[in-house]
């Protein structure tokens, strides 16, 4: 029960794992993307020979490295974290989580130690042909790193492929190729990965304007530009697309979160989506927790229903459907799954009462049944409710999910009209004359980190209260250790991370500033 | 055996070369990564971030039975 939890314990658990996780994605995004571009225009310097290419891949690529360099190894505090806050949770979820986690250490361990070193020391020792296949490979490897970390937390958010076994009260993998196909997994992977993709456009966009606006590497910064224009809308088109297909995902598995992005209480056929909104207080209240109202709104009328379901006629269920039950549209209300999750609950003691009691058969009879599809799918797969006091206890913040959803749209589209005016500006030769759009590019290089940040800070706090949906609460899953020792590594980490930042930053923007001659 | 013995040294000479030839930021991010991989492993591994069930318990079947006890407990 949430009396006997410790919520600062959670809370500064919970703070930490944030800290690490927002300042480790300050790194990785531009690793995805930059190995990519770089890639490409040494490609382009294989295809045409030409040295002003090699120079180009080889400025952009050390800029890669130092970024590489820094943020390596910074996801590792992570797994650290889990062990030591997270030992409830690094138990149950016994080899689910740990497996895909061993493919990318043991995948970036030798991408890192081969093909990265090829890269930077390869240059006139290797051929061209195998230089740029390395290149690729560390593209490539990248990106495949990383889908091995979102493979995980996608389980998190849609557990599947599973089974749970009461005598080591750990879950234990029976499909491999369920976890690594998880609907969530797939979408997540590919939003996440483009949104790296766009990121790093806009940091090649941004720095090549910066020339610009200095009058000098003119044949590296329009030639970047256009690379970095293409690739970006392309990316920028990709991640609407898999954003889109995201939304519809979580609208099944997580259907609280989707509610909660777009503040819909009450559900309706002919869902309109908000555009723009802005909350306020209202007198409402679903058990203890506020109802927020829009002070104001522009919808797209229908477009959720159409989003979620293909038609208008679609009904997206509300956050008040979902927490007290919609019988009509045959939504199960949270406290039915309280008594559900408690029944397991029950299940369990009885389990382990029957194993300290030397009752072998009916605690194998009770570990059958979890065996069982049809009780996973009507008790256990409720196991987690059995941790709340109130069915509003499932209710995420609805304003930080609000906000957070419509702030990085606003922020996607707001990409793609930058990169098609870099296009537009580029064809017609008229680039070096818009300075403001120069500018314009320049201050842009924050705004896709913002973007990524919220991305993450929507999916993790949306899902709010589970650390694994529906079986496991952030509450159950902490560590019974001192919040002091919490707070302690927490201001470690942020003096850390702040310091490695500042380092990235100092060393790139001196490169910047030598530019390819150096 | 020979061509094993070349293939090592001509490995060890491309490492070795990519080192010593290492441009300005080249040996500064080698530095901080030095750095780093000390204060995450040597510093926060060992003396914030011990594995929790680890340092308690000894054996599996102990670890199971404290986090079924968390689960039904909690």
Redesign the interface.
Known sequence: ?FE??DLTLVDWSRAQFALTAIYHWLFVPLTLGLSFIVAIMETIYFKSGSEEWKRMTRFWM?LF??NF??G???G??LE??F???W??Y???VGDIFGAPLAIEGILAFFLESTFV?VM???WN?VSKKFHLVSTWLVAVGANLSALWILVANAWMQNPVGMVFN?????NEMVSFWQVLFNEVAVSKFLHTISSGFLLASMFVLGISAYYLLRKREYFLAKRSILIAGIFGLLSSLLVAYTGDTSARVLSKVQPVKFAAFEALYDGKQDAGLVAIGILKGSDRKIGEKEVNDFAFRIEIPGFLSVMTGGDRNTFVPGINDLVNGNASQGIMSVSDKIVRGKKV?DL??DY?AARAGNDRQKADGISGMFRDKKFIDDYFRYFGYA?FGKPEDVVPNVKVSFYSFHLMVMLGFYFILVFVLALIFLYRGTLHKNRWFLWVSLCSILLPYVAGEIGWVLAEIGRQPWIIQNLMPV??AV?Q?SSG?VI??FI?FAV?FTV?LI?EIS?MI??IKLGPKH | MNSVITAMNRLFRFYYDGFTTMSWWGKRVWIIILIKLFVLFFILKLFFFPDFLQKKYSTDEQKSEYVLDQLISK
């Open positions: 029960m006997n939890v050390t490295g130092i360099a820094i390596v190894a910074t590792i505090i650290f974290e062990g030591t806050n030992s409830n690094s138990w149950f070193a930077f020391f390869g020792k009461p005598e080591t009260a750990r609950r369990l003691s382990k941790f509450s159950a560590s250790i020792s302690t590594t470690l850390l490695l380092a060393i001196r490169q």
